[in-house]
């Protein structure tokens, strides 16, 4: 089994300022892991994805995340959003082995302010 | 290349009455998803196929919903009857089975009154 969380269902940030979404994750197994994006009314799109080698993953319009396997975490950083970054971000854990099937997070909802 | 295809975009239904959603995944991709996406939480695997087999079903609820992948190409899932708690968003996806592969379509927001 596994589980996905993130903490945070909403992020407000300046526009050009920093920002990290927090994401953990469980597994009873080793895990791949994803960020998806979700705009207004569209479908999900992947921003990035750790498979293995380096824990730095760099992903689609600036944003990058680290896995950090003692903490079971994967957090989603930007160093500068922004306004089209508004949108809904989802963390998602795929376990290694067996079909592929995908196991997403409540979602964090990230407003970029003017 | 062509992304996934869901119609209809948007469908309101009264309870009790009958629904169904229809996709169409890249072509060539053998496996094929179906997420339910309730307003405010994640998307929920409801079934998997590989071709025109089904790999995973453990979340479908199986007393109303259905959902079949003729020719292991088109999807279609069906809702009779429908419940209120069934409003959400439809997502349909599909994979060439490389880790990360998805590609998701746009959904079926359904809202039941």
């Known amino acids: 089994a596994q589980s996905v969380t993130q903490l945070d269902s909403q992020v407000p940030v300046f526009e050009e300022a920093p920002v990290e979404l927090r994401c953990n994750y469980s597994?009873?197994?080793?895990?791949?892991l994803f960020w998806y994006v979700q705009y207004p009314n569209q479908g999900l799109q992947l921003l990035l994805k750790?498979?293995?080698?380096?824990?730095l993953v760099k992903g689609i319009n600036g944003f990058e995340a680290e896995f950090n396997k003692s903490q079971t975490s994967f957090h989603l950083r930007k160093p500068s959003v922004h306004i089209s970054d508004t949108a809904e971000y989802f963390c998602a854990v795929d376990g290694i082995g067996g079909y592929q099937k995908v196991t997403f997070g409540t979602g964090t909802k990230l407003q970029v302010i003017p | 290349e062509a992304g996934v295809a869901q119609s209809p975009r948007y469908k309101i239904i009264e309870k009790r009455q009958s629904v169904a959603f229809w996709c169409n995944p890249i072509s060539g991709h053998a496996t094929l998803y179906w997420y339910q996406q309730i307003l405010g939480q994640g998307p929920k695997l409801l079934i998997q196929f590989q071709n025109n087999g089904v790999v995973d079903d453990s979340q479908l609820p199986k007393d109303r919903f259905s959902a079949e992948r003729l020719k292991g190409v088109d999807s279609t899932l069906k809702i009779q009857p429908a419940k209120l708690e069934d409003s959400a968003v439809y997502l349909c996806a599909s994979s060439t089975g490389v880790i990360g592969g998805y590609t998701f379509g746009s959904g079926t927001r359904l809202t039941v009154v």
């Open positions: 597994s009873s197994v080793s895990v791949y």
């Open positions: 750790y498979l293995s080698g380096s824990t």
